[in-house]
């Protein structure tokens, strides 16, 4: 069996500059917010930085599966969008559940930025450190291909992090006209209902308007700036392969370290990633808890919370026929005769410091059977 013919120094690692182009999924999953950081602007190796090399930038953020509906305004949106689905992304809600909360905003001044010490900025300061840490090894072991591939490719994740600089905008209300209050309502693909209770303010933020990357260069000089940058990554990777095999057996672990690190990042929350302590989430009870059977209960609860059926018809939620018309009519006009009803605590001691906040009561309704009677109104008389 052939390993080498004249010992270590015939062993040929042509191959590892593949590996600096290696893991480009795993660096886009979290490509936006990454460039949203400063810290996107030191050198440093990174796998696959042809991944950040654009011809097209992203104008706004990718949204999520869901229909937004405001429940007295009319507003519709078939998705969530990205800042929205990342506040609500903490708790996934199972199929068939509902639950209630209030968003506010206790300064109004804060806003959303990418976290100052998230999992991506610990990748990218690794990346920094094995990039000086080949730049030494290169000038200890004389190697002035590797110095230079060390240099290029690490100045090559400062070009991008450059060139691809933004920030991120939120449409801000400029009317002062007083609007009426709502309610948004978030309906998931797995029949699960959100109820949203906050001002104006933040709903044209997280879900009418979408978000915008403001970039720092205009189209032309980001294309300039990419075009520079692939000729560098080109340079890089030529001179990586006229390095010594020491050097390019660092520069292989580099890379394959780098790539598992970005891979586990990548499969980690997007949240994570994201500083939205602006934003404070407080969820709101309500008897029966979040869980429903099917489908009809999940809806039932939601028209009772919101009391409406405005947004069940302008967004086509509950199926269209004569017999689901009747049932969301009826449950309109039963939570409606029921809004005036008291809360009912969870505590009675009212000096509790710790006591919870009150779980709101929901009318006594059967809806499974109220649709039983509006689909099939002969087999409904016959059960009376």
């Known amino acids: 069996m052939r390993w080498l013919d004249n010992g270590f120094p015939t062993l040929k ?3 590892v500059g593949f590996l600096a182009i290696l893991g480009e999924a795993s660096v886009t999953a979290n490509a936006q917010v990454s460039l949203l950081s400063l810290f996107s602007l030191l050198p440093r190796l990174l796998p696959a930085p042809q991944a950040l090399i654009r011809t097209e930038r992203p104008l706004t953020l990718p949204s999520s599966p869901g229909k937004v509906i405001g429940a007295h305004s009319g507003g519709i949106r078939p998705f969530v969008h990205h800042i929205a689905g990342l506040v609500h992304s903490r708790e996934p809600l199972p199929a068939y559940h509902v639950r209630c909360e209030r968003i506010t905003k206790p300064d109004p001044k804060a806003h959303v930025s990418a976290s100052l010490w998230g999992p991506i900025i610990w990748a990218e300061l ?10 030494i090894l290169s000038i200890i072991r004389s190697d002035g291909f590797a110095l230079l591939a060390t240099i290029l490719l690490s100045l090559l994740t400062s070009m991008i992090g450059f060139g691809s600089r933004w920030s991120l905008h939120l449409m801000k209300r400029k009317a002062d006209r007083p609007v009426p209050k709502d309610n948004i309502v978030l309906c ?15 709903a044209r933020e997280l879900y009418w308007h979408p978000e915008a990357c403001n970039y720092v260069f205009n189209d032309t000089m980001y294309r300039l700036i990419s075009l520079l940058g692939t000729i560098t990554l080109m340079f890089g990777v030529i001179c990586l392969g006229n390095s010594t095999v020491p050097l390019q057996i660092a520069f292989a672990a580099a890379y394959m370290i780098l ?19 602006c934003y404070k989430v407080t ?23 919101t009391q409406s059926v405005d947004w069940v018809k302008n967004g086509q939620v509950a199926p269209v026929s004569e017999g689901w018309e009747r049932w969301v009519d009826m449950a309109g006009d039963t939570a409606c005769r029921e809004m005036e009803r008291a809360a009912v605590y969870s505590t009675v001691d009212d000096d509790l410091k710790d006591a919870k906040p009150p779980i709101r009561s929901l009318p006594d309704w059967n809806p499974e059977q109220a ?13 009376v």
């Not at 998931?188 to 933040?202: L, M, S, T, V």
Request: glycine share 4%.
């Open 13 to 15: 690692l042509d191959i």
């Open 126 to 135: 690794l990346g920094t450190a094995m990039s000086l840490a080949l730049l």
């Open 283 to 305: 969820p709101e009870e309500y008897e029966h808890g979040e869980a429903n059977e099917s489908f009809t209960q999940a809806l039932w609860k939601a028209i009772a919370i």
């Open 371 to 383: 649709l039983t009677a509006c689909l099939n109104p002969t087999e409904a008389e016959r059960h």
């Open 259 to 277: 790539n598992a690190v970005y891979w586990v990042v990548a499969a980690l929350p997007s949240r994570w990633h994201w500083d939205l302590s």
């Open 188 to 202: 998931y693909p797995n029949g699960a209902f959100r109820i949203i209770k906050c001002n104006e303010d933040i």
